[in-house]
Structures are given as structure tokens and as C-alpha cells.
């Protein structure tokens, strides 16, 4: 799960890439980086960190240029050294830079290729490093030794089309020549482009979500479809062709319920919006399976689940009430990398309000339950808060299933409902009733607001993966890896600072010395 922002600007966009990173770093608080570019030279600056902490006044001074790329970074596939974060840079040709969210599915087959075939070198265990290597050897065939063109661009992303499986959203800069975008052939991460009238000229921007867009103040032009590129030279110049054979929109259905901001518009659909629908779809099936349940008050897990909750609420002609504060200095519990952080963090992270559940019947709302630590362990505060009983709503199916596409969650071992029926999930959290979402209902939700969407990718709740090619090997292997990476002790601060001019580099005792 990553954020990704680019930009072709009429005046220096390092400021606007630094913002649009600020309200893209709910998908991302692992790392973060930004390159500019004047034209020949790329500037970066990027380190492990939150936005607000990796870049101080001294590090956007030297990000000069109109052009320009950024990326939050959450590791799914490799380590969390700060030599992983993005965006990867590569001198040959041209030089180009990426920042890629999502999760190849092949990148070991795709790695050996690298050293055996295409003669390239691979420093890093990051999927996205040898996505960028693909990108740069379908770009080197393409342009044979000639100056490059915009279809030698599109034709270089069409034979990574062919070449890479997985889910990815692209923003890649190519030295002197432009921005370049694009998405795999089922659209599974988001993609969107905006503009904005200037009066030098019209501004572009490709972003993970819309509501970069909105706080730039760009104006919502379209998503990138399924398998289409998008280049933008240096002059500001648009371009767009299908580079896919059969390209098939089948969005994460994920990024609706939990990933991205409500308020994001993604293929169309308001993610606000779904939020609400999930929230009725759930009082009709309490109204229809669990009338006998004498709910007091509805109250919401911050914040994702709110809408939902609400809507909830007022379709049941419920009490809704805030029952707990929530710290927001503390790191989102499902992406906290380790269990043990995980359970240690609830606590401090919420906060019941006690006069909300002393002696009543509780109904508590949250997005989706996981791993089920954190939804066991806010029970147990309902509880101790004086709750008389804990009823507990999941706005999303049960999550039974690993997602291979770029979200933290591919060990089975972690997941609450693998394996145990609803009774049994709802004795693990320790609640009374334990109500889910039918996915029927979850995908009604989605296309009351874009009918046109046909099919998601709903793996991590059906087990059907819409690349077509995962199978329980692989499953077995990620998981296996990522036991291992469990294991692995890693030092108490092995954060190192990275800062890229590509005419020199500083080191660290330089840059706390500036």
C-alpha cells in the first residue's frame, strides 16, 4: 500500500509535491521521497519517516524543477531500510526514476530475468526496483540507440504489460523527455489525472487518489484506465494510448472500505458514498437476521467506520454516539509492522468515553475486522467501560484470504476468519453478536455509484485473485518469507538518510550539520 503523486508544472513543483504527499500519507508512513527535475538532472530527496518529518526547508531548496515525482511508501514486498524507499532511480537509458504502488506477483521469475537475460542488476529486495529495471530494458529495446518518442515510450509499456504480472499504479520520470503513468491491465491499484488552467499554460497532475487533486487545486479530469499510459513531455504536452491487450477494470475493493479517503472519488465512485451504502446494506441484514438484538447505541471504531456507522444508525432509527477518542499521534494499528506493536498500541490509541457504555447494549461499527487484536481488545474496553452488552458490525465480509496486490495482510496465519466460523470469530473478540457484510451487498454498494464497474478484485474475501495466476505455492512462499522477515532482529535505528543531486551526494553528518 503506497502513495504516488506526479506533476508537469509551469513553475517550480516541489511545494505542490509535498503537499499532495501530506494527504496521500494515510497510504503510506513508512517512507517517503520526492524527485524533481529541471530537465536534465533529477533532484531527490528521500527517507524513512512520515512526510512532515523525512523533508525539512533545506531539502526542498534543492528540489528545483517543474517536473516532478513523489511516493509514500508501506512495504508489502521487500525490507523497511530506508534504501527501499521511493522513488528508485536507474542512469540507463536516458536515466529515469519510479515510484510504483502495488504488488508484483512475479518479481523473483522477473529478478532472474534481470541478471540472466536483460543484464541489469537488482540492489534491493523491493518489488518496485525491478519494475523500474523492466520499464528501463522495454524502454533501451524500444529506442534501439535513437532518440526517444512518445510511441517508443507507450510500446515499452506495452511489453511490460506482457512481461509483468501483478497490480501496480505508476509515476516514472524519463531525463529530458517527460512524465510518464501508467496502470495494469486490471486496474487494481488507483489512478487519476487532473489539471489546471494556468496562466503559463495548463498543469498536470497523476495521483493515487483524488483528494490530492482537490488540495492542489486541480480539477478531476479522469482515471487512467486499465492498461493505459500516460506521457506528458517537458512542455506540458498530453498524451494517452491503451497499451493492454485485453485490458479488464477490476478495482481492489479494499481501497472502498478501508484504504483510500473518503473523500476520494476512485473509478468514478465516491468513497464517502459507499461508505454510507455499506452502512444500509448493514441495517437491512440486522433488521432482517438480528431484530432480536435490543441495540441502545451505535457507536462507531474511529475513523475509517464512521459513515458507515452513522448510516447505520439512522436506517435503524438508532442512538449514534462518539464512544471513544482517538489519539492521532499514534501509527494506524493495521499497518504497524509486528503483532506485539499492534496489541501494545490499542490501547494508546483509543480511548472510551465512559458514560457512552455504562449499561447499555452497544453496537460497535468498524470497517473490517483482520487480524481481530485490535476488535478484541476494544470489546474488552467496552466492557470495562460499563457496557451491559457488546454487540460488534463488520461494514466488510470476513477477510479469510491472503491479498498478494499491496496490502499488508498475506500470512493466513494472521488472519481472525480463516478457518473459524462467525460463532467462533465472535467468541475469539469476545463480543455477544458478531454481524458481517455479505459481499453480494459490499459490490452493490460500489456500483450504485458507477454501474459500469463489472467485477473487483475481492481476494481477500472470496480467495479469487484476478491476475489468475496465484496458486497455493505461491501462497506458501510469501508466507513462508514473511515468517522469516519476522524473525529477523533489526537494529534499534537503521534509518539512513538518502539525498540525491546527481551531480553529488551529501552524507548524513553533513546533513545534520546543514
Request: hydrophobic content about 40%; glycine content about 8%.
Amino acid at each position: 500500500m503506497c502513495g504516488i503523486i506526479g506533476i508537469v508544472g509551469k513553475n517550480p513543483v516541489n511545494q505542490m509535491l509535498y503537499d499532495g504527499l501530506l494527504v496521500l500519507q494515510h497510504r503510506g508512513q513508512d517512507a517517503a521521497g520526492i524527485v524533481t527535475s529541471d530537465g536534465g538532472t533529477f533532484y531527490m530527496h528521500k527517507n524513512n519517516g512520515l512526510v512532515q518529518d523525512v523533508f525539512q526547508t533545506r531539502h526542498m531548496r534543492n528540489l528545483i524543477g517543474n517536473v516532478g515525482i513523489a511516493h509514500v511508501r508501506y512495504p508489502t514486498a521487500g525490507s523497511s531500510s530506508a534504501a527501499e524507499a521511493q522513488p528508485f532511480y536507474v542512469n540507463s537509458p536516458f536515466g529515469i526514476v519510479l515510484g510504483h504502488n502495488g504488488n508484483l506477483t512475479n518479481s523473483q521469475q522477473l529478478k532472474r530475468e534481470m541478471f540472466r537475460q536483460d543484464l541489469r542488476h537488482i540492489n534491493t529486495t523491493s518489488d518496485s526496483e525491478v519494475l523500474l529495471n523492466v520499464l528501463a530494458h522495454e524502454i533501451e529495446s524500444s529506442a534501439r540507440n535513437t532518440a526517444l518518442d512518445v510511441d517508443m515510450v507507450f510500446d515499452a509499456v506495452s511489453g511490460v504489460h506482457k512481461r509483468v504480472k501483478g497490480a501496480y499504479g505508476v509515476v516514472a520520470m524519463i531525463a529530458n523527455y517527460g512524465l510518464l503513468a501508467f496502470r495494469d491491465p486490471f486496474g487494481i491499484r488507483p489512478l487519476v489525472i487532473g489539471k489546471s488552467e494556468t496562466e503559463k499554460g495548463v498543469e498536470y497532475v497523476v495521483a493515487s487518489e483524488s483528494v490530492a487533486l482537490d488540495v492542489l487545486g486541480f480539477q478531476l479530469v479522469r482515471d487512467v484506465a486499465p492498461g493505459e499510459a500516460i506521457f506528458i513531455d517537458m512542455d506540458g504536452n498530453f498524451h494517452a494510448r491503451q497499451c493492454a491487450e485485453d485490458p479488464v477494470l477490476s478495482p481492489c475493493i479494499f481501497e472502498y472500505v478501508y484504504l483510500a479517503r473518503p473523500d476520494s472519488v476512485i473509478d468514478g465512485v465516491s468513497v464517502y458514498q459507499t461508505r454510507l451504502h455499506m452502512g444500509e446494506s448493514l441495517a437491512e441484514k440486522i433488521r432482517r437476521e438480528w431484530a432480536h438484538l435490543d441495540i441502545d447505541v451505535v457507536i462507531p471504531i474511529p475513523d475509517t467506520s464512521r459513515p458507515s456507522a452513522l448510516q447505520l444508525a439512522n436506517a435503524l432509527n438508532l442512538t449514534y454516539r462518539e464512544g471513544f477518542i482517538k489519539n492521532r499521534y499514534i501509527g494506524r494499528t493495521f499497518i504497524m509492522p509486528g503483532q506485539a506493536l499492534r496489541k501494545k498500541s490499542v490501547r494508546q490509541k483509543l480511548n472510551p468515553i465512559g458514560m457512552e457504555f455504562k449499561g447499555k447494549n452497544v453496537l460497535l461499527v468498524d470497517d473490517s475486522i483482520v487480524r481481530g487484536t485490535t476488535s478484541q481488545r476494544i470489546v474488552q474496553m467496552a466492557r470495562e467501560a460499563g457496557a451491559n452488552k457488546v454487540f460488534f458490525a463488520s461494514a466488510a465480509p470476513p477477510v479469510r484470504f491472503p491479498n498478494v496486490y499491496g496490502i499488508d495482510m498475506p500470512s493466513r496465519d494472521e488472519l481472525l476468519a480463516t478457518g473459524r466460523s462467525d460463532d467462533e470469530i465472535c467468541r475469539e473478540i469476545g463480543a455477544d453478536a458478531l454481524i458481517y457484510q455479505d459481499l453480494d451487498a459490499l459490490v452493490h454498494n460500489i456500483q450504485r455509484s458507477n454501474p459500469a464497474i463489472k467485477q473487483f478484485d475481492c481476494s481477500c474475501f472470496n480467495g479469487c485473485y484476478v491476475t489468475g495466476d496465484i496458486t497455493e505455492t505461491y501462497l506458501a512462499e510469501i508466507e513462508s518469507a514473511r515468517g522469516d522477515m519476522d524473525k529477523i532482529a533489526k537494529p534499534a535505528n537503521s534509518s539512513t538518510q538518502l539525498d540525491l543531486n546527481l551531480v553529488g551526494s551529501n552524507s548524513r553528518e553533513e546533513e545534520e550539520a546543514a
